[in-house]
C-alpha cells in the first residue's frame, strides 16, 4: 500500500518523467529485451534493435500508462481496468516480466535523473511499479 509520502515521492519524480515518455520508455524496454531475452517473446515480428520506430511508439504507450496511473494514484485499479484486461487475457504476459520491466525502468530513472533517485524515492517508485504490476497481474486465473 501507498503512504502519502510515497504518492507524494512518486509524484514528484514523475515531474520529472513527463515530456520524455518516449525517450525513457525505449531505453527501458531496449535493456528489458536485451538483458532478460524471454520478454521478447511476446513481441514476434516487432523491430526490437536499438531506437526502432516499434521501441519508441511502445516505450511511449507503456510509460504514458504510467504517468496516467500517477495522476489517479488513489484509483489505480480504476484507471488500469482495461489494460489489465488486455495482459491477462489477451496477451497472457507471465507476471515475472513485470518485475523485469520494473527493474529497467528504476535503472533508467537512475540514469537520467540520478539527482532525484533518492534512497526513499527509489523506494516509494519501486512501490509504485509494484502496485501497478498488481493491478495489470490481478485478472490471471
Ligand atoms: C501492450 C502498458 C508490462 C507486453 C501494452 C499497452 C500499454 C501497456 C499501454 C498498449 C495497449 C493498447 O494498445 O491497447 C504496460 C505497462 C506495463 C506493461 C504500464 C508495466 C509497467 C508489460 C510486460 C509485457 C508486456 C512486462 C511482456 C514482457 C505487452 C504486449 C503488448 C502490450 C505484447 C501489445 C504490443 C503490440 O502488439 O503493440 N502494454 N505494459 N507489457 N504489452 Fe504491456
Given amino acids: 500500500v501507498l503512504s502519502p509520502q510515497d504518492k507524494a515521492n512518486v509524484k514528484a519524480v514523475w515531474e520529472h518523467v513527463k515530456g520524455h515518455e518516449e525517450v525513457y520508455g525505449a531505453e527501458a524496454l531496449y535493456r528489458a529485451f536485451l538483458c532478460d531475452p524471454q520478454t521478447q517473446t511476446y513481441f514476434a515480428g516487432k523491430d526490437l534493435s536499438e531506437n526502432s520506430a516499434f521501441l519508441h511508439s511502445h516505450g511511449k504507450k507503456v510509460m504514458c500508462a504510467l504517468t496516467n496511473a500517477i495522476a489517479h494514484i488513489d484509483d489505480i485499479d480504476g484507471c488500469m481496468s482495461k489494460l489489465s484486461d488486455k495482459h491477462a487475457h489477451e496477451l497472457m504476459v507471465d507476471p515475472g516480466?513485470?518485475?523485469?520491466?520494473?527493474?529497467?525502468?528504476?535503472?533508467?530513472?537512475?540514469?537520467?535523473?540520478s539527482q532525484l533517485l533518492t534512497c526513499a524515492n527509489h523506494r516509494s517508485v519501486d512501490k509504485f511499479l509494484s502496485c501497478v504490476k498488481n493491478v495489470l497481474t490481478s485478472k490471471y486465473r
Avoid: E, S, Y
Fill in 97 to 113: 516480466n513485470f518485475d523485469i520491466l520494473a527493474h529497467h525502468i528504476l535503472t533508467v530513472l537512475a540514469m537520467f535523473l
